[in-house]
């Protein structure tokens, strides 16, 4: 017989490897310790160079060096690589830099030993039965850690708000996912899911804003010298950018866009017609090599494409976009999440819509969510969608739910000892945490 690992002494730290970024933090706490980006900057061991490394040495493994943290991967490295570890469908698949991360986020910024900790680990709500056991057997033989859970995100954003049950929506970097949680536990026939996020807004920003003639340049790419006589005044000159990887450099640029979408963008009050909107008030946005533009009709056009996916098509060079056939606005996968559910749960769906996640944070995403569920709804239906007001409790829900769940008394039975993983192997896991 396995031992149990429980007790009310349980060290626990929890980790939510988003598709954006990482957040690592103890059990309990209100917030993550460290959050950064979820990448690493790859370089071919026999093409690495003499660099910075100012967040902790770099991982070496098969072959390659691998740098994280987000001032090791804005250095000008040549022949870096900047890599995601997840699939294009949102899955974990690089298990070297998985697992370098989590090493990272434990032994680097939160200066602890994984063997000490028991570890819980937010995991995709439409992970896959095989990645689970490979992310199970990836943390125990690679962290050693003493016990590990895997906790669904829509489950972990639903204990954050204070709910059991709930339809959550989580509006991340590579897709948005919906779906209806009960009494804790994901009803997984309702998960459902848009190639919409973070990621693809940021895309249709860029277009658009090059298509205007704004050139988006990284900071690494220029130099700005002041102007002899002319305080104040700069001539921006081109920096050597000789070996830089375009990887490197559109990640580069993609933090600017991010950075312009997050302050000028907003969501429409009302159904989008961009005729309706061509002289709507444009934002000045100062780029980092002190150009000034305006943002128009586009900081309305870009996060319409939560509620209106096939927009997509209508910015420059997307033409050709492959956007899977059907897919649905925020409104409608939530009525479809919630009409595969049985009917006697259905009520409390529509009153426990939960908006979460860091792409959920435009601009009155909250008010538009919940009119157009309203009106796509059956009629009648009482539709009420809670966000957390404050914007690091909206993009964090995740964590914070994993810290809530980790700290309880009730939960500590809970864990997977690595004694039980050695006696039952991985699949025990979707028996203890299902």
């Not at 804005?74 to 070297?96: C, H, I, N, Q």
């Not at 990887?247 to 907003?266: C, N, T, W, Y």
Request: charged content about 20%; overall charge negative; proline content about 6%.
């Amino acid at each position: 017989m396995a031992a149990i690992y429980g007790g009310d002494e349980v060290n626990a730290v929890v980790l939510d490897l988003g598709t954006w970024q990482t957040k690592a933090g103890y059990a309990g706490d209100d917030t993550p310790k460290a959050v950064f980006p979820s990448l690493a900057g790859v370089v071919a061991s026999n093409a690495a160079a003499n660099g910075m490394e100012v967040d902790g040495q770099p991982q070496q493994q098969q072959g390659r060096k691998l740098y994280f943290g987000s001032q090791e991967l804005g250095y000008k490295r040549p022949d870096m690589e900047v890599v995601s570890p997840f699939t294009a469908d949102g899955l974990l698949g690089d298990w070297e830099i998985t697992q370098r991360l989590w090493e990272y986020a434990l032994r680097d910024r939160l200066h602890i030993d994984p063997k000490e900790n028991a570890v819980l680990l937010a995991e995709p709500t439409h992970n896959t039965r095989e990645v689970r056991e490979k992310t199970v057997q990836a943390a125990f033989e690679t962290l050693g850690c003493p016990a590990l859970f895997l906790a669904k995100e829509a489950v972990l954003a639903t204990f954050s708000v204070a709910k059991q049950t709930s339809v959550v929506v989580d509006a991340g970097y590579f897709c948005t996912t919906v779906a209806g949680v009960h009494d804790g536990y994901v009803l997984t026939k309702s998960v459902s899911r848009s190639p919409v996020g973070g990621r693809l807004l940021n895309s249709c920003l860029q277009k658009a804003m090059e298509a205007r003639g704004n050139q988006l340049r990284p900071r690494q790419t220029f130099t700005r010298v002041e102007k002899k006589g002319f305080p104040g005044e700069f001539d921006v000159l081109p920096s050597d950018t000789a070996g830089l990887s375009a990887s490197f450099l559109a990640h580069q640029a993609e933090l600017i866009v991010g950075d312009v979408k997050e302050l000028v963008s907003r969501v429409s009050d009302v159904h989008f017609v961009e005729g309706n909107n061509m002289t709507v008030p444009a934002i000045s946005y100062e780029l980092p090599d002190g150009n000034e533009i305006q943002v128009g009709v586009d900081r309305f056009k870009v996060p319409e494409l939560l509620f209106q996916p096939q927009l997509v098509r209508t910015f420059p060079g997307m033409s050709e976009y492959p956007l899977p056939d059907g897919v649905k606005g925020l409104a409608g996968l939530v009525v479809e999440s919630v009409n595969r559910c049985d009917t006697d749960v259905r009520k409390d769906l529509y009153q426990h819509v939960v908006l979460v996640g860091g792409t959920s944070l435009l601009t009155q995403m909250r008010e538009r969510l919940e009119l157009d569920i309203s009106a796509a709804a059956p009629g009648g239906t009482k539709v009420k969608v809670t966000a957390p007001v404050n914007p690091t409790e909206r993009r964090h829900a995740v964590w914070i739910g994993g810290s809530i769940l980790a700290s309880l008394g009730s939960f500590q039975q809970m864990w997977m000892s690595k004694q039980e993983y050695e006696e039952h192997g991985p699949g025990l896991i979707h028996r203890k945490a299902p």
